[in-house]
């Protein structure tokens, strides 16, 4: 029996159900190496947040001994509180650090980066959410380094065009915002506050603002969503004109947040890779262990914005 024939209640999520181990596709190898211990140390002097800490993602090993991280911006405390996210909730009260443009800048440039990411928590506590101090960030980084790719990946913002506009203007190459999962499953999954269909207008004000920035969002699986409702996100996207999507399987970080429902195995991650790029995705990443800003990805995109620089001086 497939999973369209047993679809998952939405009150499964919270049922007390015990799973056997994790998968052995699932087990990584504890992160080591000079490399990562460098960036550890880099981060922790300069008093940067970076999402593969706080986030607990599971490749860090691999990406920062590759010399590639994710810094998040504004501290480690988040104003919302999603039932997946293992970043601290809580009310920062106003403060930020004004110097952090500048010390990431430092961090990027000690690191030898040519594809930087960053992100942000959430700062609902702030009149412009944060957008002008992340806005001034890409700045910052993009005049240290002007051949320097830059991504982001932004919280919603409230869906306000104009706190949009900010980011969108500072000229990041892709700009990325998570739907995180299916519709139906939303208002569970993640803060009140962050709902999917103001998801989706955030990606298609980016596109109407400057058609010529690459958008890209991310679902995780295995919350209990059918294949039916992925595929539904999927073209939700596409009609936005969403160009890069990334699948991941969602692994519950506390006990306190959300169960895992399923483990996709890596032949439905396969799957769901070619049944996205058949519906026009250009670039789809799709595995267990995948996260948003996942490496590989990094390097496709870092390809492509090289090979349209290229192009556009050829042209001029």
Request: aromatic share 8%; hydrophobic share 35%; charged share 30%.
């Amino acid at each position: 029996m497939n999973k369209e024939e047993t679809p998952v209640l939405d009150n499964q999520i919270f049922a007390k159900k015990k799973f056997s181990p994790k998968p052995e596709w699932l087990k990584v190898r504890a992160p080591s190496g000079e490399r990562y211990h460098e960036i550890v140390k880099l981060a922790k002097s300069l008093n940067l947040a970076t999402v593969c800490q706080e986030a607990k993602c599971p490749n860090i090993g691999e990406c920062w001994s590759g010399g590639t991280a994710t810094f998040m911006l504004m501290g480690d405390t988040c104003t919302r509180g999603c039932r997946f996210c293992a970043v601290k909730t809580g009310n920062p009260k106003g403060k930020i650090d004004n110097d952090e443009p500048e010390k990431i800048g430092i961090a990027i440039s000690k690191m030898a980066l040519d594809y930087v990411v960053i992100t942000s928590v959430n700062r609902d506590d702030l009149l412009d959410q944060g957008s002008s101090h992340f806005a001034r960030t890409i700045e910052t980084i993009k005049k240290n380094d002007p051949k320097l790719i830059v991504e982001v990946l932004t919280p919603d913002f409230k869906g306000r065009r104009d706190l949009i506009e900010k980011l969108v203007h500072a000229k990041p190459e892709v700009f990325a915002h998570n739907i995180e999962t299916v519709e139906r499953l939303t208002p569970k999954v993640r803060d009140p506050r962050a709902t999917y269909r103001q998801s989706l207008s955030v990606l298609k004000m980016v596109k109407e603002i400057d058609p010529s920035r690459h958008t890209k969002s991310s679902i995780m699986l295995g919350l209990g969503e059918t294949d039916q409702e992925v595929i539904q996100a999927l073209k939700d996207l596409r009609d936005v004109d969403c160009s890069v999507v990334t699948f991941g399987q969602y692994l519950q970080p506390y006990k306190r947040l959300l169960k895992v429902i399923e483990f996709i195995t890596p032949e439905k991650f396969q799957w769901w890779q070619k049944t996205a790029e058949d519906m026009g995705f250009l670039y789809v990443a799709s595995g267990p262990l995948v996260r948003s800003s996942y490496r590989a990805g990094e390097f496709f995109m870092k390809g492509m914005i090289e090979k349209e620089r290229k192009e556009n001086s050829h042209g001029s």
